[in-house]
C-alpha cells in the first residue's frame, strides 16, 4: 500500500510559533526547564546539531526540545556538566526523533538515553516514502516547508546566529505532529508493529556503548590505490600524526590534512620538504607549517622492521560479491536467488529492501547457509545477524526457498 497523497501549496515555516528562544547556559535556566519539561505532556521532540567536518569531536554542540505544556528550549551544552536531570524529567516520555542513529550517540554522551522511542525517518522508510528528509516529509504531509541551509554550519560557533537558533528550534516545532501523522500511516499500511520492533531496537542500540574501531587509518579514502605494506605504513604513520594533531586542536581530520595529501605522499615517499610540499594537498599555510610531521611520520614508516609492517586484516564474513562467481559459483547462484527474493518482497509491501533485512546478512547467509536449510534454521541465523521478528516472518521462508533452489 502506497503512502498517502502529497499535500498541495505547502506553506513556508520561517519562524517558531512561540518565536525563537535564547539558548539555555547556566544551571539554574537548566533547572526551570526541567521542571517545565517534567510537567508537560506527550511526546518530546528532540535534536542535537553538532560540527561535523568542522571538530574533531561528534559532541552535541546544541539540543533542541519541545513539549506540549513546555514549548521549545535550545539548550547550549558547553558550560553545563550534562543533562541527566532532564533525562530523568522525561524518561517516562516517548522521544521522537528524525534519523536517531545520528544523534544518539552525541545526546547519550550528555547523559541523555531514552527508553522509548518514534524515529520519524525510519518510520518514513517502513511506511515506502521515496524522500524521507524532515523537510521533504513535513511539506508532504503536514502542509509546511521548512529551510535546511544551516544542516552543515559550524555548530561550534558562539555566539550562535539568531537566524541558525531559529532553524534550530523550527527542527523540533513540527515533530511530534510528524510523528502522529506518520504513525497513522504506518497504521493504515498495517505496519505499526514493524516500526515498533524497530524502535525497541534503536532504543537497545543507543544504550551500549561505542564501538571502537580497528584500524581506523584503513578507511582513509583512496587507501585502495596503496600496494605494498610499506606504503599501507605510510599511511597508517601519516594518518596517526593527522589524527593526533586533529585532537588536540579539536579541529575534523580533513581539515588538518586532506585524506589525498596523506595517499599521495604515501604513494611517492618523499624524503625532504621541497619534495613534499609539490604533492597535492601540501599546499595551505597550515599544512606547509607541519611539514616536519609529516616527514617525521613518513621516516618512521621508513625505518620500521618487516615484522613491524601492517598485516592485512583477517576477513571477516564474505568476500566482495562480485568475486564470488570465481571463488564459489554455487554461492554466487544463492546469492542472486537470494536478492531477487528480497527486492520481490521489499516492492510487494512498498519499503527499501535495506529495510526489509540488511544486505550484509543476505550475504553472509547465503555464502554459509545453515548446514541443514530449514525455515527454523534460517530463521535462527537471521535473527543471529540481528534481524528483527516482523523482518524474519516476512523473508524466512521464500529465503531457505532460493537457498536450495526451490523457489
Known sequence: MAPSATRADPV???????????????AAELADVVADFASGTGAVAIDAERASGYRYSQRAYLVQLRRAGAGTVLIDPLPLADLRTLDEAIADAEWVLHAASQDLPCLAELGLR???LFDTELAARLAGFERVGLAALTEQLLGFTLEKHHSAADW????????????AALDVELLTDLRDALAVELERQGKQAWAAEEFAA????????????????????GIHRVRGARAQARVR???????????????????????????????????????????????????RRLARTWLDALAEARSLPDEELPVAPAVEGPPPPHRWAERDPAAAARLARCREVVTRTAAAHVLPPENLIAPDSVRRLAWTPPEE??????SATLRGFGARAWQVGLIAEELTAALTGTE
Do not use: C, H, K, N
Open 202 to 221: 534503536l532504543v537497545a542500540w543507543g544504550a551500549q556503548p561505542p564501538r571502537q574501531r580497528v584500524d581506523p587509518w584503513r578507511r582513509t579514502s
Open 114 to 116: 531514552p527508553r522509548r
Open 156 to 167: 561550534s560557533t558562539r555566539p550562535l546566529p539568531e537566524s541558525w537558533l531559529t532553524y
Open 373 to 378: 536449510i530449514t525455515v527454523d534454521a534460517v
Open 12 to 26: 513556508p515555516l520561517t519562524a517558531p510559533r512561540e518565536g525563537t528562544p535564547a539558548p539555555v547556559e547556566t
Open 237 to 287: 604513520a601519516m594518518w596517526r600524526a593527522r589524527d593526533a594533531i586533529a585532537a588536540r586542536r579539536d579541529s575534523a581530520p580533513g581539515r588538518v590534512l586532506p585524506d589525498a595529501a596523506i595517499i599521495a605522499a604515501a604513494e611517492l615517499d618523499p624524503r625532504d620538504e621541497r619534495t613534499l610540499l609539490t604533492l597535492p594537498g601540501f599546499g595551505g599555510r597550515s599544512v
